[in-house]
Antibody, heavy 123, light 107 residues
Framework: EVQLVESGGGLVQPGASLKLSCVASGFTFSDYWMSWVRQTPGKTMEWIGD????????NYAPSLKNRFTISRDNAKSTLYLQMSNVRSEDTATYYCTRGLTPIGTTADYFDYWGQGVMVTVSS | DIQMTQSPASLSASLGETVTIECLAS??????LAWYQQKPGKSPQLLIY???SLHTGVPSRFSGSGSGTQYSLKINSLQPEDFASYYC?????????FGAGTKLELK
């Protein structure tokens, strides 16, 4: 059974840094593009970015590129999202997602989602 | 960025009815479009990809169609478990933008 389990969320002050993790199981992690998607309290869905199955390429939403970094450790089947200089508008539920196609050219669709981890940015 | 305009924002329907949700892309996305269902307190689930391909395990009462910039999700014979929110998503190019969502409620 495919499972994606996020952790690392919580209450954080504006300007701080935070690192989210997503541990994957039930599939060959190193075969899949992985992405982060967030959903605001108002239910707006926003794609954050993705990372190629071998970790050699990343892609980001332009508005987040300078503050967010996606990485992965295939030996640990773990995906990461490093968030820096967080703002109140980063308050959201963050989802780890798997790309639909193994060894694909991109992560165009998301066939598995984690349960989500809440990040609240507030002083 | 490709903008995805989804309509309606909310929809009220009865059990057994057929409903259609629309999604308009700001440019041609060549059928690289997905639909997701999200139930309250749960993660989104992939329903349809490539505009009309049903994902594994998704009931056949769900169908997708469209081309170019205009796409739609049709749900036939609404079941109790279908009352949820639905989102379209551009898969053609980054950033992979989502529609604002449609909340389907029981009349």
């Amino acid at each position: 059974e495919v499972q994606l389990v996020e952790s690392g969320g919580g209450l954080v002050q504006p300007g701080a840094s935070l690192k989210l993790s997503c541990v994957a199981s039930g599939f060959t992690f190193s075969d899949y593009w992985m992405s982060w998607v967030r959903q605001t309290p108002g239910k707006t869905m926003e794609w954050i970015g993705d990372i190629k199955y071998d970790g050699s390429y990343t892609n980001y939403a332009p508005s987040l590129k300078n503050r967010f970094t996606i990485s992965r450790d295939n030996a640990k089947s773990t995906l990461y999202l490093q968030m820096s200089n967080v703002r109140s508008e980063d308050t959201a539920t963050y989802y780890c997602t798997r790309g639909l196609t193994p060894i694909g050219t991109t992560a165009d669709y998301f066939d598995y989602w984690g349960q989500g981890v809440m990040v609240t940015v507030s002083s | 960025d490709i903008q995805m305009t989804q309509s309606p924002a909310s929809l009220s329907a009865s059990l057994g009815e057929t409903v259609t949700i629309e999604c308009l892309a700001s440019e041609d996305i060549y059928d690289i479009l997905a639909w997701y269902q999200q139930k309250p307190g749960k993660s989104p689930q992939l329903l349809i990809y490539d505009a009309s391909s049903l994902h594994t395990g998704v009931p056949s009462r769900f169908s997708g169609s469209g081309s170019g910039t205009q796409y739609s999700l049709k749900i036939n014979s609404l079941q109790p478990e279908d009352f949820a929110s639905y989102y379209c998503q551009n898969g053609l190019s980054a950033p992979n933008t989502f529609g604002a969502g449609t909340k389907l409620e029981l009349k």
